[in-house]
């Protein structure tokens, strides 16, 4: 969340003329960057779940998968 406040920050500067088009970049690939680590740590995440149900030969009963809610 905090690199899409960022991003949107800058984004907002560069509009009003008060950055240059290099500081919007560096927001953006900032936030690109950001963005593919959450979506590489939930893929870590979920393969860790799956080895973990595999182990015990059934569901995690009671745990919630990522972005779900019981």
């Known amino acids: 969340p905090w690199a899409k406040e960022v991003l949107d920050a800058v984004t907002e500067r560069f509009r009003a003329g008060k950055v240059g088009y290099l500081e919007l970049l ?15 740590a939930l893929t870590e995440m979920q393969r860790q ?5 595999r182990f015990i030969a059934g569901p995690l009963d009671g745990v919630p998968a990522h972005g779900t809610k019981e």
């Open 49 to 53: 779940r799956i080895e973990i149900e």
């Open 26 to 40: 560096d927001a953006r690939r900032t936030f690109a960057e950001a963005s593919a680590r959450e979506t590489e």
